[in-house]
């Protein structure tokens, strides 16, 4: 079923998500769960999107992964990448932000060479 959805509505509620991502602390319980809910509610609106399968819908909403503010960039180029279909140009481009992070240090880099491989074994 295709729902009838705001895109500039849902990018704006999904940078208020990542806003609320970015500022967790781990130490608070309540933070964290707020957290989760933010990640969950990320999911919901990429899902939406998948339903609908519009591709002005999701050109649209990639617009995002120019927004490196709460890695909204990093957030988005994600879970395009996991439940979207994209174009080639837009799957680069998430890619390059993905590895730009993975090729630092951390745990945070090592986590998304695991993300990569995975990615590149699926594809």
Same mark, same amino acid.
């Given at each position: 079923?295709?729902?009838e959805i705001n895109i500039d509505?849902? +990018?704006?509620?999904?940078?208020?998500?990542?806003? !609320?991502? @970015?500022?967790?602390?781990?130490?608070?319980? +309540?933070?964290v769960k707020r957290n989760n809910?933010?990640?969950?509610?990320?999911?919901?609106?990429?899902?939406?999107?998948?339903?609908?399968?519009?591709?002005?819908?999701?050109?649209?909403?990639?617009?995002?992964?120019?927004?490196?503010?709460?890695?909204?960039?990093? &957030?988005?180029a994600t879970q395009i990448l996991?439940?979207?279909?994209?174009?080639?140009?837009?799957?680069?481009? @998430?890619? +390059?932000? !993905?590895?730009?992070?993975?090729?630092?240090?951390?745990?945070?880099?090592?986590?998304?060479?695991? &993300?990569?491989?995975?990615? +590149?074994?699926?594809?």
């Amino acid at each position: 079923m295709i729902r009838e959805i705001n895109i500039d509505e849902l +990018k704006t509620e999904y940078l208020n998500l990542t806003k !609320i991502c @970015a500022e967790i602390d781990y130490s608070d319980k +309540k933070s964290v769960k707020r957290n989760n809910s933010a990640v969950t509610k990320m999911y919901k609106i990429v899902h939406l999107l998948s339903e609908n399968n519009n591709e002005t819908e999701i050109l649209n909403f990639s617009e995002l992964l120019n927004v490196e503010e709460n890695k909204t960039n990093l &957030w988005v180029a994600t879970q395009i990448l996991e439940k979207l279909n994209v174009d080639k140009k837009t799957e680069q481009n @998430a890619l +390059k932000i !993905i590895k730009k992070v993975a090729d630092g240090n951390g745990t945070q880099a090592m986590g998304f060479q695991i &993300w990569l491989s995975e990615y +590149k074994l699926k594809n």
